[in-house]
């Protein structure tokens, strides 16, 4: 995981949940309300339960659904927000990381 310079987490149907500096991936979600406790826990698979199903309660589901929902419309929102931000001259940039908003 330390070795990681950057991530893309996607979830369920290719919806984007994060890209962008692995060093940013833990306080971004933290601030969603998603902490990780860096002690006794992969970071990995913390990230990938976050964008996980669990597909053997109905109940759970349910809440997993609403959760990635949540999570892929804030990635969304937040990305827009940092490109709509970005110098009218800065081309070379918004075109370089295009892939973070998906287009």
């Known amino acids: 995981w330390r070795m990681l310079d950057d991530v893309m987490l996607l979830a369920p149907g290719g919806r984007v949940a994060f890209c962008g500096s692995a060093d940013d991936i833990l306080p971004y979600f933290s601030r969603l309300g998603h902490s990780c406790s860096l002690e006794g826990i992969n970071p ?58 998906g287009g």
């Not at 659904?65 to 110098?87: C, D, G, W």
């Open 44 to 101: 990995a698979e913390f990230l990938i339960d976050l964008v996980s199903i669990d597909y053997e309660s109905p109940e759970r589901s349910v809440q997993d659904r609403e959760r990635i929902q949540q999570l892929a419309t804030a990635f969304s929102a937040h990305s827009t927000t940092v490109f709509s931000a970005m110098p009218a001259g800065d081309e070379a940039s918004r075109s370089a990381n295009s892939w973070h908003s």
